[in-house]
């Protein structure tokens, strides 16, 4: 079945930094590459995701990029905030979804 | 995007008894899913509910221990048998929306086995 394996586990920046989180997979049939943001107490939320006909994908300050040929693919979050703070979580699959184990992102005022 | 209903939102049970989690999607969808999620660590497939038929499950998780309803499109129930300690945690119902675009999941179940 397929393995997601994400880095890092944690990660504080400072307010107006960017932010990179980082998953690898390793069935090459997963083609759906979400990335969920999980406030504390809370449900995760789909924040950005691509598919394996796509290269990168952007929505304001957050973006992806996927590399299918090295199974990995990237959240880049630019001008971090406070409100950034969360869990984020990288997912692979195609019918059913495999999570990676999570980013603690803090950020700084 | 579609809504997901899930209740109850928290509970504190027996060890031996067995509580049911509803599921209720404001919308069709293709595909409904349960995950587990044990506090600050990642979501674990429980199994996919398959409309009509037997649900799929995942490695380690069994029809005994979790069975799962969907009769319909739009519900979906799992419940957590003969609870121990061990089964408590977060669970979370998910949805694929119609066109396959997006998973979105319920608010979640706190259970606490005591």
């Known amino acids: 079945g397929e393995n997601v394996e994400q880095h890092p586990s944690t990660l504080s920046v400072q307010e107006g930094d960017s932010a990179v989180i980082k998953c690898t997979y390793s069935?090459?049939?997963?083609?759906?590459f979400p990335w969920y943001k999980q406030e504390l107490g809370k449900r995760p939320q789909l924040i950005i995701d691509i598919r394996s006909n796509v290269g990168e994908k952007k929505d304001q300050r957050i973006a992806v990029t996927l590399n299918k040929t090295a199974k990995h693919f990237s959240l880049h979050i630019t001008e971090t905030q406070p409100e950034d703070s969360a869990v984020y979580f990288c997912a692979a699959g195609y019918s059913t979804l495999t999570f990676g184990k999570g980013t603690m992102l803090l950020v700084s005022p | 995007s579609a809504v997901i209903s899930q209740k109850p939102s928290r509970d504190i049970c027996q060890r031996g008894t067995s509580l049911t989690i509803q599921c209720q999607v404001d919308?069709?969808?293709?595909?409904m899913f349960w995950y587990r999620q044990q506090p600050g660590q990642s979501l674990t497939l429980i199994a996919t509910a398959n409309q009509g038929s037997e649900a799929t499950y995942e490695s380690g998780f069994v029809i005994d221990k979790f069975p799962i309803s969907r009769p319909n499109l739009t519900f979906s129930t799992l419940t957590v048998s003969n609870m121990s300690p061990e089964d408590s945690s977060i669970y979370l119902c998910s949805a694929l929306d119609r066109m396959n675009t997006e998973a979105f999941f319920g608010q979640g179940t706190r259970l606490t086995v005591v």
């Open positions: 919308s069709q969808v293709t595909m």
């Open positions: 069935d090459s049939a997963s083609n759906y």
